[in-house]
C-alpha cells in the first residue's frame, strides 16, 4: 500500500494567521490517465471528515478560497490563510491513485 | 446529500453485527459507495467499496469477514460484519465516492460505533 506521510502532527496557529501542511506519499501519485488523485480532508471536533481540495488543487463545493492545494509527484502541500476558529481540527491527506486509497496519520490545527 | 448510519453497538468478539446506511438527496443507484472506520483517537482506514453495479473491495484487514452490499430500491448500504475481533473497534462511516466509479470520498456519514469486547 501507498504510504502517506504528513507533516507536522500538530500546528499551533494564530487566528488570522498562515498554516502550511504537508503531505508525503510513498511513490508517485500520477496516474496513468495523466491525472493526479491527492486529496485533503479536515475532521472538525466531534464531526466526520468534510472534503476540502480533491485532485490537487481544486476547492470542493462551499470550501472559501482561504483554502488552496498545490504539489505533484510525491510532494503536496495544504494552506490556509488568515486561520478562523471553523478551521481547527484535524487535516488529512488521502491518495486515490493507487489501491487501496490511504490516508496520511492526520496534523492537528490548533491555536497557539 | 444526507447519509445516517445505524446498527452500531457493543458486541462480543466472534460475534456479528448489521450495519446500514441510509442515503438521500442523490441519485443512489449511480454512485459507489464506501465504508471507512476509525479507531477511537486515531486516523481514518478504508474498509470497503461497492460499485453501482455491486462490485465489491476490501481492505485486507477485513477480508473474508466482511461483507459490503446494496439495496437501491431502498437507498441503503450495508455492512455485515462477522468473527468481529477487539482491532475492529471504530466509528464506522459510510461514503460517497465522488463520481460514479471507485474514487475519492466526497459526502460522509456521521458515523456509527461499533465496540467489540467481552
Known amino acids: ?112 | 446529500v444526507q447519509l445516517v448510519e445505524s446498527g452500531g453497538g457493543l458486541v462480543q468478539p466472534g460475534k456479528s453485527l448489521k450495519l446500514s446506511c441510509s442515503a438521500s438527496g442523490f441519485t443512489f443507484s449511480s454512485y459507489g459507495m464506501h465504508w471507512i472506520r476509525q479507531a477511537p483517537g486515531k486516523g481514518l482506514d478504508w474498509v470497503a467499496y461497492i460499485s453501482s453495479s455491486s462490485g465489491t473491495v476490501y481492505a485486507d484487514a477485513v477480508k473474508g469477514r466482511f461483507t459490503i452490499s446494496r439495496d437501491n430500491a431502498k437507498n441503503t448500504l450495508y455492512l455485515q460484519l462477522n468473527s468481529l475481533k477487539s482491532e475492529d473497534t471504530a466509528i464506522y462511516y459510510c461514503a460517497r465516492s465522488f463520481h460514479g466509479g471507485y474514487s475519492w470520498f466526497a459526502y460522509w456519514g456521521q458515523g456509527t460505533l461499533v465496540t467489540v469486547s467481552s
Open chain 1, 1 to 112: 500500500d501507498v504510504v502517506m506521510t504528513q507533516t507536522p502532527v500538530s500546528l499551533p496557529v494564530s487566528l488570522g494567521g498562515q498554516a502550511s501542511i504537508s503531505c508525503r506519499s510513498s511513490q508517485s501519485l500520477v496516474h496513468s490517465n495523466g491525472n493526479t488523485y491527492l486529496h485533503w480532508y479536515l475532521q472538525k471536533p466531534g464531526q466526520s471528515p468534510q472534503l476540502l481540495i480533491y485532485r490537487v488543487s481544486n476547492r470542493f463545493s462551499g470550501v472559501p478560497d482561504r483554502f488552496s492545494g498545490s504539489g505533484s509527484g510525491t510532494d503536496f502541500t495544504l494552506k490556509i490563510s488568515r486561520v478562523e476558529p471553523e478551521d481547527l481540527g484535524d487535516y488529512y491527506c488521502l491518495q486515490s491513485t493507487h489501491f487501496p486509497n490511504t490516508f496520511g496519520a492526520g496534523t492537528k490545527l490548533e491555536l497557539k
